[in-house]
């Protein structure tokens, strides 16, 4: 029996089913690459979902880490407090976009950060209503969840959720809902469901993560920009999975040109070590009282080492530029697969945040949520880690660390064609017999 095969028996005897895993078990990792406990290598177009933008354990990251664990590694923020946190977020609030006076906080988890944005903003507001979006995803915590737009696999059996959370149309073209119909659906809310002046925040991904790497059109988050203007409702960017370079800008929200209020950060800025943050406007930051915002661990002085050696390597490896490229290499790749294989309905997404969109057929664009299935257990098998996302579980998702190797990134993306053509011939093949 391999090691693996031992420990899926024992993590199924010792950890809860909720827990859902691969069932692959790491024993090291470099960069783009990882190996587990058989020996069997893997390049990895996962990242930890999102986090590894620097890769495995980036020699500076690495490095800043080891200083810091010699220094000192924890005494509650609150309680003793460091100069590095304050130094992150002033870094923090000199990148993101805004020509106004910023404050960060930080905490552990995405989930933390968006909980502490619409706690935020309804302090701020003095309002509770909250506006969120089908098919968008924010965290497992009660709040996130109850802003979470998809049931499978995070809101079924969890509930009830906290109230005054609405949900909105998310444009996706691909899918026949437009820009105007998604705008049209937001005024049905505020006329049908929830007075205006009531809603402290709209919350929106840029682009969407698990919900299937929808892009928000640049036009539609302006318009939602000046509605909020208009009703003096806080704009919360969650660029939790899009922040941090992923997108080929810092923030992805960047390429909008649009300036929110508040956006949370978590995954990319902590480089493999947890870390998230809320920045925004200090007016709408400071509204609440000393005490009410922190936690035990949030900004733990490791992670925040991490981080700001992350935001040096993004700056001295060019990441943004990096992301560009290995985003274009992606989308060419696919779209030349899309055209032979006629399973593969959309390529979409921005920077090097790729998926590609599984159908049973073109025209009806049902999703194959099987193929999907079948297209990353036969990308392990020939030894690429690769993710799913969408509402209907039929999107393949990339993300790939930045920094990966050319010739890592090619390995990689010609075990993806072989896997697809694997698990869509083998599903011909049952659908004719
Ligand atoms: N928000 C977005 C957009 C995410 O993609 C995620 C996680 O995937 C979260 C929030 C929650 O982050 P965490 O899992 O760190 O709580």
Redesign the pocket.
Known sequence: MSTSTDLKARKAAAVPNGVGTKGIYVAKAENSELWDVDGRRYVDFAAG?AVLNTGHRHPKIMAAVAEQAHAFTHTCFHVVSYESYVRLAERLNALAPGDFAKKTLFLN????A?ENAIKIARYHTKRSAVVAFSGG????THM?MGLTGKVMPYKRGFGPFPAEVYHAEFPQPYHGVTTEQALADIDRLLHADVDPKAVAAVII?PVQ??GGFNVAPFEFLRALRRLCDEHGIVLIA?E??TGVARTGKMFSIDHAGVVPDLI?L??GLGGGFPL?AVTGRATIMDAAHPGGLGGTYGGNPISIAAAHAVLDVIESEDLCGRAGRVGQRMRSHLEALAKQLPCIGDVRGLGAMVAFELVKDAKTKEPDADLTASILAHAEQRGLILLSCGTSANVVRLLAPLTIPDAVLEEGLTILSAAVRDAYGRESTRAVA
């Open positions: 979902i988890s995405g989930a933390e968006v995803f924010h965290g497992r996130t991904e993560g698990e969650d939790v999975q949370t978590a995954k998230s």
